[in-house]
T-cell receptor, first 117, second 113 residues
Framework: GAGVSQSPRYKVAKRGQDVALRCDPI?????LFWYQQALGQGPEFLTY????????KSGLPSDRFFAERPEGSVSTLKIQRTQQEDSAVYLC???????????????FGPGTRLTVL | AQSVTQLGSHVSVSEGALVLLRCNYS??????LFWYVQYPNQGLQLLLK??????LVKGINGFEAEFKKSETSFHLTKPSAHMSDAAEYFC???????????FGKGTSLLVTP
């Protein structure tokens, strides 16, 4: 596709439910990032993949959060036993390559707005 | 860890007036600095970035920013605001690891006729 796509765009979950959020990066992009953006805040880093390898998951807020990218393209962010504090917009970004210094532009998807009731 | 502070959560300017959005960073290593714009219900779009070299960086839509190491600042400017510039603007700095972006809380720009 022309850009990063995410699905669903909106998700409403009852507290305690599991959710799965999908990210389709730009074709050929090696690096993939997940961010969490709470209402009125800037995005916060969750996790980073280079191809299928998850190189950094230091931003995941708890062990209820899990991300995977098994074939090095599509990624899924899974949240188990959702809580109200998980309500946020989840942004996915991809970049052509990775590596220290991060001079490569990250292209962002439109996000998935998760509301936990 | 590196961080950014954006002064002013809301900025209002008249159409045609100068736009100035402030960003200060903290970093123990040479930073990579970015400005992103976010329109409602859309993802973030890169306006401009500073990595190395020239400290005055020009971006899209007439925006520019100047990296001032002595002031640890990276303020965003545009000489003449357009109505279409109304959006949320985020300053970001690259993390020590070189992978993640650390964002400020954002500044909402309102442009009045």
């Amino acid at each position: 596709g022309a850009g990063v796509s995410q699905s669903p765009r909106y998700k409403v979950a009852k507290r305690g439910q599991d959710v799965a959020l999908r990210c389709d990066p730009i074709s050929g992009h090696v690096s993939l990032f997940w961010y969490q953006q709470a209402l009125g805040q800037g995005p916060e880093f969750l996790t980073y993949f280079q191809n299928e390898a998850q190189l950094d998951k230091s931003g995941l807020p708890s062990d209820r959060f899990f991300a995977e990218r098994p074939e090095g393209s599509v990624s899924t962010l899974k949240i188990q036993r959702t809580q109200q504090e998980d309500s946020a917009v989840y942004l996915c970004a991809s970049s052509l390559s990775g590596g220290r210094g991060l001079s490569n532009e990250q292209f962002f998807g439109p996000g998935t707005r998760l509301t936990v009731l | 860890a590196q961080s950014v502070t954006q002064l002013g959560s809301h900025v209002s300017v008249s159409e045609g007036a100068l736009v100035l959005l402030r960003c200060n960073y903290s970093s123990s290593v040479p930073p990579y600095l970015f400005w992103y714009v976010q329109y409602p219900n859309q993802g973030l779009q890169l306006l401009l970035k500073y990595t190395t070299g020239a400290t005055l960086v020009k971006g899209i839509n007439g925006f520019e920013a100047e990296f001032k190491k002595s002031e640890t600042s990276f303020h965003l400017t545009k000489p003449s605001a357009h109505m279409s510039d109304a959006a949320e603007y985020f300053c970001a700095v690259s993390d020590n690891s070189g992978y993640a972006l650390n964002f400020g809380k954002g500044t909402s720009l309102l442009v009045t006729p």
